[in-house]
């Protein structure tokens, strides 16, 4: 991996609702009108704003990427996407590699610089960390190799044992 793309990925631990960024990325259900988890927290922090034009939306299937304004978020943006619930079949790696490529697509064509992604499917859904991060993670390099503009990735790790196993990888890639 080269130094710039290095440089554009930052791993931190904290709640994704403080992040001042373009957009940080909801991991949602299809519905997209809030739920538990990051959702909720995302949903309370934005206010009743964000609700409202989430039921204009029509709902998201798995894998796919919607985008709506951040509310009484520091984001200017937040990007709703449905990552699997997990089962261990293949097509749960696709489709939460779909999130991710969707989600940055949209941040792409929004003219975004910056983004910050929660462990989509991590929590109440049940992927495994370990298997969720790689997915996470090389993706978003994959996309920074052929575009430009976005200038800084964050994900961001509520909890201590996912942050250690996404700097775990991210050593195991980058070597330092
Ligand atoms: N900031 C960052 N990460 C968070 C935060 C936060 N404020 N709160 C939780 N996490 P989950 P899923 C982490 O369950 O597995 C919802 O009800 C959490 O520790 O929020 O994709 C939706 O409506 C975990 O690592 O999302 C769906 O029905 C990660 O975020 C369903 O849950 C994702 O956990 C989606 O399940």
Redesign the pocket.
């Known amino acids: 991996m080269n130094n710039s793309i290095k440089e554009k990925i930052s791993i931190i631990q904290?709640?994704?609702?403080g992040m001042q960024v373009d957009a940080i990325v909801?991991?949602?259900?299809t519905?997209l009108?809030?739920?538990?988890?990051?959702?909720?927290?995302?949903h309370r922090?934005a206010g009743a704003g964000l609700l409202a034009e989430c039921r204009t939306l029509g709902g998201c299937p798995t894998g796919e990427a919607r985008i709506t304004k951040g509310y009484n978020l520091p984001a200017r943006y937040v990007i709703h996407t449905?990552?699997p619930?997990y089962r261990g079949r293949p097509q749960d790696a696709e489709l939460l590699r779909s999130c991710y490529q969707n989600s940055l697509a949209l941040a792409a064509q929004h003219g975004l610089a910056s983004i910050a992604f929660?462990?989509?499917?991590?929590?109440?859904?049940?992927?495994p960390?370990k298997e969720a991060c790689r997915i996470a993670i090389d993706t978003c390099i994959g996309f920074l190799e052929h575009y430009e503009n976005l200038s800084r990735i964050y994900f961001?790790?509520?909890?201590r044992p996912?942050l250690e196993i996404y700097q775990q990888y991210w050593r195991q890639l980058t070597g330092n």
């Open positions: 904290g709640d994704i609702t909801n991991a949602a259900n519905s009108l809030g739920g538990g988890g990051v959702d909720g927290a995302i922090a449905v990552g619930v929660p462990a989509i499917s991590c929590g109440v859904y049940g992927y960390v961001v790790l509520f909890g996912e």
